[in-house]
């Protein structure tokens, strides 16, 4: 693996949903002690259910949530620490991209101001011409046309916003970009047009990408390694092939089978591992095996303590049921 | 005979900018205790072809063309006197013989109303029946679909449930009445795949223990591969190419059908996804000859002129599609 551009150490992210002054303090634990890294032109793919802490983790990445507990480093430098220079450098290398293109767009703003905008912000080019010029530059490189400047947002349909969502966030150089679920609102046949765009630009910009969706073929397609969170916990880490291929994590597993696949023969003879019931809240999560409750393996000793992560060459687990030699 | 007929479904909507032909002479059928899946876009018409055959489009749009037999029983506004004697009808079906369960749980469960009294409902609507019989039915109906402890559920409102559960109380109420035909509109794509896997086994268990035909609305390949015995894709508003699961997944026909499964990835099979270029067409004006002739890499200049005709390859598999004509076309003059 190339060097490590960013660094999760232990993070946690906690809510306080405590309700009235004198009420039990509630806390909802989104995320809880996630620890991984992500190298230079790297794409790493963050799966789990809906509640599972995968958004907020991204948005705990990029300041929009504050870090309860735990360390980011950007570059070797905690997140939380820099100075005013590095603080700007890092809120222009590190972008991110939104799920609803419906909504992450000023309906009011044309096209060329959305684009522009960060630009000025950042004081990317010195006048605003250069910037339009830019801007042009910018939607041709992402599929769209440079006389699409003058629009406004609604004359687009959802794959072409999304395109200029990413020409917005190209703007400003990143070198890493969160992916918040960027196609789980496009149709299929849009979605591999924006997949491949965001291959395309990796390829020749060299930007790391965090990709947080619950579509496992699709992450396995774009990921160079997966993380599956659970709960508010990584259970499970390894390359994209590792995961997909050879899953040791139960809850891995169960997700695997379930993703449908668009073969009738092999829909029909594969083996799916039901998981009954659902996600539990994480307000006051069970102690143990945060999986527990679900698991078709589970044992008396996953009750009382969780499992650590453990490196088998590579490739992680959070189980004590999990591993090559089971 | 077919328990759903439809033939030449034209259907329009009024809007500001204009008329959208949304849905443009289309024709198929389904079969008693059969499930077929209705794949396509966003706009392809697909929803607005379920939502006519069911009377629930909205005020501005109207089947200009065609019919619709259900049980062998024309049920478009035009085989009635009046509207009012339509609606009468519809509803005598709707919920009973017919029942669609929706995309989103939540928007279409009544926040205000305990989940209970919503299906009782349902039930009551149809039949003459007494509150505790009612009530009884429903407790076993969210007992079938995999409501844990149902009797003390059955007094709780809509927000006390996860989406999960809320898409088993739709799943409920439609098959309340042991209907005939279910339409499940998207019924997964709000849901998490762990979810999305239990709903679908649990709309294929129903589905063989009520002996009950089903029609799956989808733009997702995956949804129906495991699921449905006949395939139909819509383009532009157009059925494109329809056959039996195996024929669209294995010998597909149609240019569009190829894209559509080039772009969906297969982990089994690793290939490189290749995206359909461009996006759908503009309903207000739909073009004269082929609706995905702007996106396709083999468009001939019929394509843009006519439409072609449904050509026929097997009991089950048809599709519209020049190219297949023109490959007859070369065939013979170099046999």
Request: aromatic share 6%; hydrophobic share 35%; with cysteine.
């Amino acid at each position: 693996m190339a060097e490590a551009l960013l660094t999760v150490d232990h993070v946690k992210t906690y809510f306080d949903v405590t309700k009235g002054l004198f009420s039990k303090k509630q806390i909802v634990k989104a995320v809880d002690d996630v620890s991984f890294s992500i190298g230079e032109g790297e794409t790493y793919g963050l799966v789990g259910e809906s509640g599972c802490g995968k958004s907020t983790l991204g948005r705990t990445l990029v300041q929009i949530y504050p870090v309860t507990g735990g360390k980011i480093y950007y570059k070797g430098r905690d997140i939380d620490t820099l100075k005013k220079t590095d603080r700007k450098e890092f809120t222009r290398e590190v972008q991110m991209i939104f799920q609803d293109p419906y909504a992450s767009l000023n309906p009011r703003m044309t096209v060329g101001e959305i684009i522009k905008e960060p630009m000025e912000i950042h004081k990317i080019l010195d006048t605003s011409q250069q910037r339009e010029e830019r801007a042009a530059e910018l939607l041709k490189l992402v599929g769209l046309k440079p006389d699409h400047i003058r629009r406004y947002p609604h004359e687009f349909s959802g794959g072409q916003r999304q395109r200029i969502s990413i020409a917005r966030t190209l703007a400003l150089n990143p070198r890493f970009i969160i992916c918040d679920e960027p196609i789980s609102a496009l149709d299929v046949s849009i979605q591999a047009q924006i997949i491949n765009l965001l291959k395309e630009i990796q390829s020749d910009l060299k930007i790391s990408y965090l990709f947080v969706a619950h579509d496992l073929s699709m992450v396995n397609y774009i990921s160079d390694r997966i993380g599956v969170m659970y709960l508010g916990h990584l259970v499970e880490e390894g390359t994209a092939d590792q995961v997909y291929s050879s899953p040791l994590h139960p809850y891995t597993r169960a997700l695997l089978s379930a993703v449908p696949i668009p073969d009738p023969d092999v829909a029909k003879a594969r083996r799916k591992i039901h998981l009954e019931g659902e996600l539990p809240t994480p307000l006051n999560p069970p102690a143990g095996c945060p999986f527990k409750g679900r698991c078709p393996s589970a044992t008396e000793e996953c009750g009382k303590v969780r499992p650590e992560m453990k490196d088998y060459g590579g490739h992680k687990v959070a189980c004590f049921h999990a591993g090559p030699s089971h | 005979m077919a328990l759903l007929d439809v033939k030449h479904l034209t259907v329009d909507f009024n809007t500001d900018q204009g008329v959208v032909h949304a849905v443009r002479d289309i024709s198929f059928s389904v079969g008693e205790s059969e499930a077929v899946g209705i794949v396509g876009e966003s706009g392809s018409g697909k929803s607005v072809t379920m939502y006519s055959v069911m009377g629930l489009l909205a005020a501005n749009g109207g089947i200009r063309e065609g019919s619709v037999v259900f049980g062998g029983k024309e049920i478009t506004e035009k085989a009635y006197p009046s509207r009012k004697a339509y609606q009468a009808e519809m509803s005598k079906i709707r919920g009973n013989e017919m029942s669609m369960i929706f995309q989103d749980p939540m928007t279409f469960l009544n926040p205000v109303v305990r989940i209970g009294k919503q299906i009782t409902e349902v039930i009551k609507n149809h039949n003459k029946v007494s509150d505790a019989q009612a009530k009884e039915q429903a407790v076993a109906l969210m007992g079938q679909v995999g409501i844990p402890s149902p009797h003390e559920r059955f007094g709780q409102y809509p927000h006390e449930f996860s989406g999960g559960m809320r898409q088993r109380i739709i799943i409920a109420m439609a098959l309340a009445n042991s209907p005939r035909l279910i339409i499940a509109d998207e019924p997964t794509t709000a849901l998490d795949v762990t979810i999305q896997a239990q709903v679908l086994d649990l709309i294929k268990d129903m589905k063989e223990k009520m002996n009950s035909s089903v029609i799956m609305i989808t733009h997702d390949l995956g949804v129906v591969a495991s699921l449905c015995d006949r395939i139909i894709i819509m383009y532009g508003g157009k059925i494109v190419e329809a056959g039996d699961a195996r024929e669209i997944f294995y010998q597909p026909r149609h240019p569009y059908t190829m894209g559509l499964l080039k772009c969906v990835h297969n982990p089994e099979k690793k290939d490189k996804l290749t995206p359909i270029p461009g996006s759908p067409p503009d309903l207000l004006k739909p073009p004269a000859g082929c609706p995905f002739v702007d996106r396709c890499s083999q468009a001939m200049r019929i394509c843009k002129l006519r439409m072609p005709e449904a050509e026929t390859y097997s009991e089950t598999h048809t599709c519209s599609c020049w190219l297949e004509e023109a490959g007859k076309r070369k065939g013979e003059n170099h046999g």
